[in-house]
């Protein structure tokens, strides 16, 4: 990279001999500075090769830590059979199990840690809670001498094990796709738990007043009856407890009918939300890929300038095995935000400047609602639309101004 203040180098053979123009060097400064930019963002240091290896779900250190996840969760389970914990190596098996699970987690933490720079708001994310809560019961009980506390409070300590299975979501893209759903549809569980709440009031007052004029009668009190309608509404019919009147009855199939109006409604809404969270998850990773790709391409053959569509086009059929739906529909976003940048969709970009493009599509996507982008019949009939609203107000000022020139005679003859 030359130094500031002097021309970047320009090989005259890319001019044809002819002394380089105003627009040959700028383009040469141009790849000079991305060149410098893209050996900026690649970081050597130990911090940010482990970053990179924490970060990648498919790299050795990340499929080792999920397999001693499922692992520590396996053998939390098995060692509630009482055939697995009689020789005194069974025991000493789920020890040492405990040991090397409990040195994997906190070697994880500590990376994570180190990563953050020593961060005290590194604590604050709940993800870390649950890894701080993973280790916390050995650590507690290695502190704690059996003899010195409760056996009942290590008991419910070692209880927090179970947590662990939380930390599978970390490096899972169904969870989040399923917690990302889940936010998205909490007017939707509000709404039907508020009515599932007046349902049960409602019928359960209604049950116990016709029940309790039987003496064979299992409803005790309102209370007792909100249970049986719980499970009534829910179709799950435990049995512990059932109707025995006629009017109990009624009610009862009342509940039954009202409890699948109630559930099924808002659940619609709720999976619509769902395939709505998976679609985002699936194509902010394939824009993460394709911008990826763009960056060693850019790298490997030095293409700092003079970006095409179709280059996009091509990287992405190349790094996709399985051309889907939501490519199309990711190139249909990148070619209609294209002509934000270029001046048409045909006209070349620079390097920084298809990243920015990369980085748009990014962001109008998390924030759409509808991810099939604008079609050219879609752009015309709105055209259509603002020009016929334009007109009908043009002919309302005429119409006005036809009305008060009217006055203006009559006042005048």
């Known amino acids: 990279m030359p130094a500031t203040g002097e021309e970047p180098d320009v090989d005259l053979t890319e001019t044809g001999g002819a002394p380089p123009n105003a627009e040959t060097i700028e383009s040469a400064d141009i790849a000079a500075k991305i ?29 080792f830590v999920m397999l001693t996840i499922v692992f520590a969760i396996a053998c939390f389970m098995l060692e509630s059979v009482e055939e697995y914990t009689v020789t005194p190596f069974q025991i000493k098996f789920w020890e040492w199990a405990e040991h090397v699970c409990v040195v994997v987690f906190t070697m994880e933490l ?8 020593f961060n005290p708001r590194f604590f604050c994310d709940i993800m870390v809670i649950v890894d701080i809560a993973a280790v916390a019961p050995w650590y507690i009980g290695w502190i704690i001498p059996g003899d010195a506390v409760d056996l009942s409070f290590l008991r419910a300590v070692r209880l927090l094990r179970v947590i662990r299975a939380v930390k599978l979501g970390n490096s899972s893209a169904g969870v989040k796709v399923f917690v990302v759903a889940l936010k998205k549809s909490v007017p939707q569980l509000a ?27 299992m409803f005790t009190s309102i209370p007792s009856t909100i249970w049986w309608c719980i499970v009534t509404m829910t179709t799950v019919g435990y049995g512990d407890s ?6 109990g009855k009624l009610v009862a199939i009342v509940a039954m009918l009202s409890g699948i109006l109630i559930f099924a409604l808002p659940i619609t809404v709720i999976g619509s939300n769902y395939e709505s969270a998976y679609r985002l998850e699936v194509m902010t990773r394939l824009i993460l890929d394709w911008k990826a790709e763009v960056k060693t391409k850019c790298k490997e053959e030095a293409k700092y300038t003079n970006w095409s569509c179709q280059d996009v086009v091509t990287i992405a059929k190349e790094a996709s095995k399985n051309w ?5 529909i990711l190139l249909a ?8 940048i270029a001046e048409t969709k045909h006209s070349d ?3 920084i400047e298809l990243q920015q493009l990369l980085d748009d599509v990014y962001d109008a996507i998390e924030n759409a609602t509808d991810f099939d982008p604008p079609t050219p019949a879609d752009e015309a009939a709105t055209n259509l639309a603002e020009i016929d609203n334009r007109v009908n ?3 309302k000022e005429l119409q006005a101004q036809r009305e008060m020139l009217d006055k203006i005679l009559k006042k005048i003859g």
């Open 35 to 63: 060149a410098a930019m893209l050996d900026e963002d690649v970081d050597n240091s130990c911090r940010g090769r482990l970053e990179a290896t924490m970060d990648n779900p498919a790299s050795p250190a990340s499929i």
């Open 110 to 117: 500590s990376v994570k840690y180190y990563i953050a720079k």
């Open 191 to 217: 709404s039907m738990l508020f009515f599932m709440l007046v349902a049960c009031i409602i019928f359960a007052s209604l049950e116990f007043s016709f029940e309790k004029m039987d003496e064979t009668s």
């Open 242 to 247: 059932y109707p025995v009147t006629v009017w």
């Open 324 to 328: 889907t739906r939501d490519h199309a």
């Open 333 to 340: 976003w990148v070619e209609n935000m294209w002509a934000t």
């Open 349 to 351: 970009i620079s390097y």
């Open 393 to 395: 107000d043009i002919d």
